[in-house]
């Protein structure tokens, strides 16, 4: 079974066991995208996927890839709540840091999003999320110490 029958068939188990997650995997269509280099990504309606990455995947890994980004979108972040002039790879790190803060992720998901291995406070959102990412990348501040 390739990659898009195994989605398929994920998203029709929500219909009874994740309602939610079922209505916004409705609402967006799963295109095969060999040329990125994460699992997936969501822009303008659709979510791309790897094959070259979700191939490898055990199915139960690849309904948590789902449901993180299913996460995503009905958070609207990374993809919709950027501050002016962000800075892209803060901006998905700063989105696994907090879906990381609320919903357990299974480790072998986790060690795939980066960020958060970092050890940032609990509770915060998004927003705040990057701006303490941005601080902590951000070269010295020009103080003398």
Known sequence: MNV????????ERWFLTEPLL???????EFVE?????VSMRTGNMKVEFAPKILDRIADDVLAEYMKIEMFR??????????????????LTMASNVTIADVYEVP??????????????????????YYNLLLQNTAPNSGKSG
């Open 33 to 37: 995208n060999n040329s990125i280099d």
């Open 107 to 128: 480790p072998a998901v986790k060690k795939q999003m980066s960020g958060t291995e970092q050890k940032l406070p609990g509770g915060l959102c998004f927003e705040e």
């Open 73 to 90: 979108i009905l958070l609207k972040h990374p993809y919709q709540r950027q501050p002016s002039f962000a800075v892209k790879a803060l």
């Open 4 to 11: 898009i029958e195994r989605i398929k068939k994920i998203g």
């Open 22 to 28: 079922f209505a916004v995997y409705c609402s967006h």
